[in-house]
Every structure is written in structure tokens, then in C-alpha cells.
């Protein structure tokens, strides 16, 4: 992330826009104070995406959340190919003996 003067993006502004085509954000300050953030525009799905995948891509440009990379197999996949228990399970006394310890 860059900061820079008013003054100097406007007799730079080609440069600077340069910088965000290439993923870079501006921060733009007014006597070091920031009063703007020049970046990309979010990437919108065709036909609009949904409203949770446009929420998880800004929180993931803030970076308060770390998308997952396209295609990447999740660990829930996994526990679908475990066999099943042969014998039923009572999750009650499971978790009593867990809180026991």
C-alpha cells in the first residue's frame, strides 16, 4: 500500500493509476491525513454473484478473511469417505467423558 500527497497524483496521476492496474492501493492524504483509497473495483460475478461472495471478496481485500483458492478440496470432503460406525454412538456420553478430562 502506497500513500501519497494530493499534489503529487495529480502531476502523477498516470503512474499512480498504473500502480492500481497492477493490484497496488493508493492511499490519497491531505496534509498526512488519508482522505481516499484509489484501488481495483470488487469483482462482481456476471449476472451479479451473490451478496456473500461480494461481503467474503472485501473482507478478504481488508484482510480480516483469507479466500479460499479456487479448487482447493476442503477437509469436510474427507470425513465423507471415513466408513461409518458399526455400532450407534451416543454423542451425549461421548462429550461427558471429554469434559470429564
Known amino acids: 500500500m502506497k500513500s501519497v500527497g494530493i499534489k503529487v497524483l495529480k502531476d502523477n496521476l498516470s503512474k499512480y493509476l498504473k ?3 497492477g493490484g497496488e492501493t493508493i492511499l490519497v492524504t491531505d496534509r498526512n491525513e488519508v ?3 484509489i484501488r481495483q473495483p470488487a469483482r462482481h460475478l456476471p449476472g451479479g454473484g451473490s451478496r456473500l461472495a461480494t461481503f467474503l471478496d472485501e473482507e478478504a481485500r481488508r484482510g480480516s478473511v483469507v479466500r479460499a483458492k479456487p479448487g482447493a478440496t476442503s477437509s469436510f470432503s474427507k470425513l465423507r469417505s471415513l466408513p461409518r460406525p458399526r455400532v450407534p454412538i451416543d454423542l451425549q456420553s461421548l ?3 471429554t469434559r470429564a478430562d
Open 35 to 37: 482522505i481516499a483509497e
Open 19 to 21: 500502480l492500481v492496474r
Open 95 to 97: 462429550l461427558d467423558e
